[in-house]
């Protein structure tokens, strides 16, 4: 494997710090951080630049929050300086590893994404009767620091490169504690290995999706499943046979088991792909896809927060439009005309000035599918399980 060097005067040049800035800055720009850095943006990326090359940088503190939709998570986010450096790095080194990328790896990656994932998850579920769907436990909180700089290391030989990754990797701040024993450990290895990366850095999409690039091409080229596909730490395997995914399950479990990963084995389990698989939200059957129950009570709660805020007049009309029109954006990605129809049609958009989004407005915006027999969405959920895994 081709290893890169001389990669530090591209990181700290003049050029890829000023689009750092940019990139960090993109909707954030009224924030007070964020407006006070670029108000004397020259100054503050000359001192930036200053600790980059004399090798004083070093990250500041995380201020944290928690969010609680889909479920409860810790969001940590970095001072604007230290995301100005997080872009600095990744727009340097994500074109190298881009190559090395697994084409079934689909998360935060340019031209890949949600729904193009769904989109081949789909294609899979109409070509294969079976498939085997995996979740890592606790993925980001269980990611091991030396590991993952070996992984980087595997890639780029430029020393001081790696150490700035180094650096934002050993900074990151406490995360959800994962005490698991792996083969060779003793009794302290859990307490002296630093493990987890902060979700909501921009660093972090990147660091997971290094850290589990072998694994890609592992399952690719060693087990040969007749589909996979990987949304950061979900994923899909496809196969003709029940077989083919139970002795897959046991080599997955082996192969993460070295990067000192888990699978959940309540939610790693082999489906008929005719009973549906959930993915990203959505439950995924042969001939059709639909949202998961949870995703359509969250947007007509949400729906309704947008209403009310509009009709007490702390919310904008764009702002209800935005959301909307992202909301059917996603939605429509599967075989959803119906419930659309219904969601809109018994919740019109009312307030002063008189808004009204119809069905008539939603046919103008995405043309409708043939609609199947089956209900507007599933509320089951869960699919049959199949016994022996």
Same mark, same amino acid.
């Given at each position: 494997?081709?290893? !890169?060097?001389?990669?530090?005067?591209? #990181?700290?040049? &003049?050029?890829?710090?000023?689009?750092?800035?940019?990139?960090?800055?993109?909707?954030?720009?009224?924030?007070?951080?964020?407006?006070?850095?670029?108000?004397?943006?020259?100054?503050?990326?000359? /001192?930036?630049?200053?600790?980059?090359?004399?090798?004083?940088?070093?990250?500041? =503190?995380?201020?944290?929050?928690?969010?609680?939709?889909?479920?409860?998570?810790?969001? *940590?986010?970095?001072?604007?300086?230290?995301? #100005?450096?997080?872009?600095?790095?990744?727009?340097?080194?994500?074109?190298?590893?881009?190559?090395?990328?697994?084409?079934?790896?689909?998360?935060?990656?340019?031209?890949?994404?949600? !729904?193009?994932?769904?989109?081949?998850?789909?294609? /899979?579920?109409? *070509?294969?009767?079976?498939?085997?769907?995996? @979740? #890592?436990?606790?993925?980001?909180?269980?990611? @091991? !620091?030396?590991?993952?700089?070996?992984?980087?290391?595997?890639?780029?030989?430029?020393?001081?490169?790696?150490?700035?990754?180094?650096?934002?990797?050993?900074?990151?701040?406490?995360?959800?504690?994962?005490?698991?024993?792996?083969?060779?450990? *003793?009794?302290?290895?859990?307490?002296?290995?630093?493990?987890?990366?902060?979700?909501?850095?921009?660093?972090?999409?990147?660091?997971?999706? #290094?850290?589990?690039?072998?694994?890609?091409?592992?399952?690719?080229?060693?087990?040969?499943? =007749?589909?996979?596909?990987?949304?950061?730490?979900?994923?899909?395997?496809?196969? *003709?046979?029940?077989?083919?995914?139970?002795? +897959?399950?046991?080599?997955?479990?082996?192969?993460?088991?070295?990067?000192?990963?888990?699978?959940?084995?309540?939610? $790693?389990?082999?489906?008929?792909?005719?009973?549906?698989?959930?993915?990203?939200?959505?439950?995924?059957?042969?001939?059709?896809?639909?949202?998961?129950?949870?995703?359509?009570?969250?947007?007509?709660?949400?729906?309704?927060?947008?209403?009310?805020?509009?009709?007490?007049?702390?919310?904008?009309?764009?702002?209800?439009?935005?959301?909307?029109?992202?909301?059917?954006?996603? /939605?429509?990605?599967?075989?959803? &005309?119906?419930?659309?129809?219904?969601?809109?049609? @018994?919740?019109?958009?009312?307030?002063?000035?008189?808004?009204?989004?119809? $069905?008539?407005?939603?046919?103008? +915006?995405?043309?409708?599918?043939?609609? $199947?027999?089956?209900? +507007?969405? @599933?509320?089951?959920?869960?699919?049959?399980?199949?016994?022996?895994?």
């Amino acid at each position: 494997m081709k290893r !890169h060097g001389g990669l530090w005067p591209l #990181v700290t040049g &003049w050029p890829n710090l000023e689009e750092a800035a940019r990139r960090a800055a993109l909707g954030k720009r009224s924030r007070p951080d964020v407006a006070a850095f670029l108000l004397e943006r020259e100054t503050h990326l000359a /001192a930036l630049r200053r600790e980059l090359l004399e090798g004083r940088y070093q990250p500041a =503190g995380y201020r944290t929050f928690v969010i609680h939709e889909p479920k409860p998570r810790q969001i *940590s986010a970095a001072p604007f300086r230290d995301r #100005v450096v997080h872009h600095a790095l990744t727009q340097v080194l994500e074109p190298i590893f881009e190559r090395r990328f697994s084409g079934a790896s689909y998360a935060c990656r340019v031209g890949k994404g949600t !729904h193009a994932a769904l989109a081949a998850a789909r294609g /899979a579920a109409r *070509s294969y009767p079976y498939v085997l769907k995996c @979740d #890592v436990r606790k993925y980001f909180a269980s990611i @091991d !620091h030396a590991i993952l700089v070996a992984e980087l290391q595997r890639v780029i030989r430029c020393g001081q490169t790696v150490e700035l990754a180094r650096r934002i990797v050993e900074g990151s701040n406490e995360q959800e504690t994962v005490a698991w024993y792996f083969p060779g450990d *003793s009794l302290f290895t859990p307490a002296e290995r630093r493990r987890g990366l902060p979700l909501g850095n921009q660093t972090s999409q990147f660091f997971a999706n #290094v850290y589990l690039n072998r694994f890609d091409h592992f399952v690719q080229r060693e087990i040969r499943p =007749g589909a996979y596909l990987r949304y950061v730490d979900d994923f899909l395997l496809f196969a *003709s046979t029940q077989n083919e995914l139970k002795d +897959a399950h046991g080599r997955i479990g082996e192969f993460l088991g070295d990067f000192r990963l888990r699978l959940h084995e309540g939610k $790693s389990r082999i489906y008929r792909v005719r009973d549906g698989v959930t993915f990203l939200g959505w439950r995924i059957f042969p001939d059709r896809m639909r949202l998961v129950r949870q995703n359509v009570v969250r947007f007509r709660r949400r729906l309704a927060e947008l209403l009310a805020g509009y009709a007490a007049g702390t919310t904008t009309r764009e702002e209800v439009e935005q959301s909307v029109r992202a909301w059917i954006g996603h /939605a429509q990605q599967g075989d959803t &005309w119906r419930l659309r129809e219904q969601i809109f049609a @018994d919740n019109p958009l009312v307030g002063p000035p008189r808004l009204v989004i119809s $069905s008539e407005n939603f046919r103008a +915006a995405a043309p409708p599918v043939k609609p $199947s027999r089956a209900s +507007a969405f @599933d509320v089951k959920g869960k699919g049959k399980r199949i016994k022996g895994i």
